[in-house]
């Protein structure tokens, strides 16, 4: 009987570590990447985008002012899975802010990061505000259980 006792306590010990491993392991590392360009510098780019919005193809824009007003605010996520299971369906979703005419999801994702695999997600903004402090949020899931983890810039 005293054999048996050590050997579930042993069990136990051994769960618990596995679960504090996957709890630990879980919460991928990300670094966001922000880059600003002037909408001057990329004319053929937004003459597409403002071609788009007179025929109507964005929700919420009727139109846009000129090109001087704006800029391209490119936000480059990285992300790191140190765990042995992958997360599955991984997006980034930006914070965006009044000034932010468009949102081009370039490859936010969904995408799966393999185990001990990293991946990058892209996401360009057209925006009348290229200064404001940009974050967001890698939503993931591992073994079925929906992560958040916010990526801020560096101040």
Do not use: C
């Not at 006792?5 to 769960?15: S, W």
């Amino acid at each position: 009987m005293k054999s048996f006792a050590k050997f579930l306590t042993g069990v136990a010990f051994v769960i618990v570590a596995l679960l504090a491993y996957y709890i630990y392991t879980s919460n991928l590392p990300v670094v966001l990447d922000v880059h600003v360009q002037s909408a001057s510098e990329k004319q053929e780019e937004f003459s597409n985008i403002q071609r788009d919005v007179e025929a109507g193809k964005y929700e919420n824009v009727s139109a846009l002012y000129s090109i001087d007003s704006y800029s391209f605010v490119t936000l480059t996520v990285s992300a790191k899975n140190f765990s042995p299971f992958p997360a599955e369906w991984a997006q980034f979703v930006p914070k965006t802010t009044d000034a932010d005419a468009i949102v081009l999801l370039t490859d936010a994702g969904p995408k799966d990061i393999g185990r001990f695999k990293e991946a990058t997600f892209t996401v360009t903004i057209l925006t009348s505000s290229p200064e404001t402090y940009r974050t967001g949020w890698l939503e993931y899931y591992i073994l079925g259980r929906f992560h958040s983890v916010e990526a801020a810039q560096d101040r």
